[in-house]
């Protein structure tokens, strides 16, 4: 290294997505919501695709509610799970390590193991987790990221130590909503397939 030469790094910018400064020079993605790569997020238009099967759900939902005078309990239900945030949870080490370092990335499962971060789940839950993400998200299940809503903050403990409430203006535009949680969907049907957008306004 030459003495008295400066390592010049790139300034952030804000990105015009989610107005947070994580544009960096020629990276083609915004660091904190993937904009503009993730417009067309493939999970998200997978649950496009079936939106018209989960209105009808819904509506079958309700009218069986309003048979069994349950109505009032639905509509608590939907209102409780308006509030909701999405939460991830980590363990305290890497929490750390993400706030310290200025370039560090949260990957999916799938991606961290590829890449020797994480060993993997044992070898029968290592199969399920990739098998649940293959037949919900086809080729790009390895990198589907997960969180869980959350009505006081806290997610799955079972993930780590650090509760992480996510930016909505950063994850709500790639994100879709699974109805439980895909490896017990994967173990109790088989195929876990009921899913809609994230269709949230929080403005």
Not at 91 to 101: E, G, L, N
Not at 147 to 155: E, I, P, R, W
Request: aromatic letters at 8%; hydrophobic letters at 40%; a positive charge.
């Amino acid at each position: 290294m030459t003495k008295g030469v400066a390592v010049r790094r790139p300034s952030a910018v804000e990105c015009e997505n989610c107005a947070k400064n994580a544009r960096y020079g020629y990276e083609i993605a915004s660091r904190a919501c993937f904009w503009p790569v993730a417009m067309f997020a493939p999970n998200v238009q997978r649950a496009k695709a079936i939106s018209d099967e989960l209105s009808a759900r819904y509506q079958n939902a309700r009218s069986e509610a309003t048979r069994r005078g349950t109505a009032d309990l639905l509509d608590l239900a939907t209102t409780l799970g308006g509030k909701t945030v999405p939460v991830t949870t980590v363990a305290v080490s890497f929490a750390y390590d993400f706030f310290m370092r200025e370039r560090a990335l949260y990957a999916a499962y799938a991606r961290q193991v590829e890449a020797g971060l994480r060993a993997p789940a044992e070898d029968l839950d290592d199969k399920r987790r990739r098998i649940a993400d293959t037949s919900l998200y086809a080729g790009s299940g390895a990198d589907i990221n997960f969180a869980a809503l959350s009505l006081d903050g806290y997610g799955v403990s079972a993930w780590g130590d650090i509760h992480l409430e996510l930016d909505q203006r950063a994850v709500g535009y790639r994100s879709s909503v699974l109805e439980e949680n895909s490896l017990k969907g994967l173990r109790r049907r088989k195929h876990p397939e009921n899913r809609c957008r994230w269709v949230r306004d929080r403005t």
